[in-house]
């Protein structure tokens, strides 16, 4: 590896860990915060389906000011857009604001983060390929991983117990602080490398023509069409599984106060997503294409899922945990490749936008659904239907190995 590459993998390394030990510091406490505010169990996650819905009314338009105003102007606009619409969630928690001002807040957050989708990995990607990077890009996503995990895994634990010493509300003003550090770093380390964006060009047109060339190269490229189907149930299943870990661990556990036990949840998650990113390359000797790696990842979680949702002891629950988020954070990474090596370096951001896109449709229609029966029939109910959600993704898996696309042998690099 050149030195330019490693500087590369530092910038994007130091950027992941920031932006995710801000996230997490939320994610074991924020269902939680919503029900805290005065939100049903139906209300909590129709707001979060909210947020995937302005995923799914952002992601391609954002993507597409990515791909033409630059990855470093997508990352700061995006950051700043979380800083603001955190502290709003602070604002509507204090005053318990009413559903509709929770789904326009959560609208705001999901345009943040679909600023983030697709610019990051197109950076990555495509400043590796200029600073002369001749190893295997999903060891570096992989290593993306582990890094993002160590940092969700310290946030999380850290924002369970400051809410648990303190109050709901501190670690979304603490992660607040933290989005502004990342602002910063961004603006002085992260700069465009193998790519030029298109300044100065009518934004209409571009988002037309660059819209036309990724429906192109994405959604009328086989292999890659049939992942972005496969999307919105892994994700779909994926979003609500982690969300409602939170209360019903509580419910599991018998002590609705104990927030760090709630941020346990997302830790373990983290610790998988550790173990998982390192295993990686040690499963793929396993395998010769990456979509049979990823097909049985997909099949494997949902047998920890189904535990989840099966058991009523807190302990077997937390083995259930740690087998779906140790199984899918081997799949992510390797999804991650096997679509970058099917996308031209012009459309990556617009076309992994479309895609991120298709897994937020999916948590759209899930979410409020499934939060529904854990009303009406529990947790553990809810968690066996999201089994069945998850395994829709399967046969889109299978389809896309039948391609044989020139990404899919263990060993093709990313374009």
Sequence with gaps: ????????????????????????????VNTLFLLDAGLSNTQA???????????????????????????????????????????LYVLMWRIEAPLWAWALASVTIGLGFTFFSG??????????????????????????????????????????????????GAPYILRAFLLGVTLVVAAVTMHDLG??????????????ELLGASIEAGWRNRPVRWMMLGAPFTFGA???????????????????????VAGLAAAIVAAAQILGGTLVPHARKLFRSRTSMMMVALALSTVGLALI?????????????SIWGLVFSVHTPVRSAYVNGLIQSQQRATVLSFDALMGSAGGAVTQPLLGRSADVFGY????????????????????????????????????
Excluded at 15 to 26: D, E, F, M, Y
Excluded at 130 to 143: H, K, M, P, S, Y
Excluded at 385 to 409: H, I, N, Y
């Design 119 to 168: 610019a990051v990995e197109a950076w990555l990607v495509d400043a590796l390929d200029a600073t002369g990077f001749d190893g295997q890009v999903e060891d570096i996503f992989a290593r993306g991983q582990v890094f993002a995990g160590a940092a969700m895994l310290i946030g999380s634990i850290s924002g369970g117990y400051l809410a648990q010493a303190t109050n709901l």
């Design 195 to 208: 790519f030029t964006p298109q300044r100065g060009k009518s934004v209409r047109r571009e988002v037309r």
């Design 45 to 87: 996650f129709t707001a979060n389906a909210f947020y995937t819905v302005g995923q799914v009314l952002f992601e391609v338009p954002t993507g597409v000011v990515a791909d033409t105003r630059g990855r470093r102007s997508s990352y700061l606009y995006g950051a700043s857009t979380l800083l603001v619409s955190t502290l």
């Design 380 to 415: 553990g109910m809810a968690y066996i239907f999201t089994t069945g959600v998850q395994m829709l993704a399967l046969p889109f898996c299978w389809l896309a190995k039948r391609e044989r696309a020139s990404s899919d042998p263990i060993g093709a690099a990313a374009d």
């Design 238 to 260: 994926s979003v609500f599984a982690f969300y409602a870990l939170q209360p019903y661990l509580l419910e599991l556990y018998g002590d609705p106060n104990a927030f760090g």
């Design 309 to 321: 949702g099966l058991t009523h002891t807190f302990w077997i629950a937390l083995v259930g945990i």
């Design 1 to 28: 590896m050149t030195t330019d590459a490693r500087k590369v993998q530092r910038v994007y390394l130091l950027l992941t860990v920031l932006a995710t030990l801000s996230a997490s510091l939320i994610w074991g």
